[in-house]
């Protein structure tokens, strides 16, 4: 069996399995080695945000040599500056998340104030409810986020499920399935 995924948080199904001593495993990261001076790139994502990308051209160009000592990445066709980059324009908890697969732990994780459970359910539906999440990239080479939502009726035998994509894992799934707001809620897949 092969996993492959972005761990978006500490507790997930992937992550608990990259812990395992009994599977074998890789963790893949852009950066496989951050630069010694950090500092310096604080300073040019300062500069990059406030006065734009020729003044931050002019600063990488002057301080190239420190900003990249010790750096190393994984894949040529992204340089440590593309990279930086990406950290800049996306944050940088969304970084190490989708590019470093280092989520963030606790009530700081991606999810940890998204997800509820509701206890009221009837005993004759069971339902299911499914999320392939993604940060919510624009663009032609756009990752949607895909929720499936779904529940069966033991005794009836009825069954509905939704299926939906949405730009953003922060959409709330609950809003996406306006036909099935208590049941998407009672699945514990709600906002």
Not at 46 to 73: C, I, K, P, W
Not at 81 to 101: C, K, S, V, W
Not at 168 to 190: F, V
Request: charged letters at 20%.
């Amino acid at each position: 069996m092969v996993y492959i995924g972005t761990i978006l948080h500490y507790d997930s199904v992937l992550s608990r399995t990259l812990n395992n001593p009994l599977w074998r495993q890789a963790r893949f990261k852009a950066l496989r080695q951050w630069p010694v001076n950090l500092s310096l790139w604080e300073t040019w994502e300062q500069v990059l945000r406030n006065q734009g990308e020729a003044a931050v051209q002019d600063f990488y160009t002057s301080h190239r040599t420190e900003m990249e000592e010790g750096a190393e990445v994984s894949w040529s066709a992204r340089p440590l500056l593309t990279l930086m980059h990406i950290r800049a324009r996306d944050g940088h908890a969304i970084f190490d998340a989708e590019y470093q697969n280092d989520s963030l732990s606790g009530k700081d994780a991606l999810f940890a104030h998204c997800l509820h459970f509701w206890g009221n359910r009837l005993n004759e539906w069971v339902f299911y409810g499914a999320c392939d999440p993604s940060l919510g990239k624009a663009g032609a080479s756009r990752d949607p986020s895909g929720l499936l939502v779904g529940g069966f009726n033991r005794t009836t035998g009825w069954m509905w499920w939704e299926r939906r994509y949405t730009s953003s894992c922060r959409t709330p799934l609950s809003a996406t399935s306006s036909p099935y707001k208590r049941n998407a809620t009672a699945c514990g897949l709600g906002y």
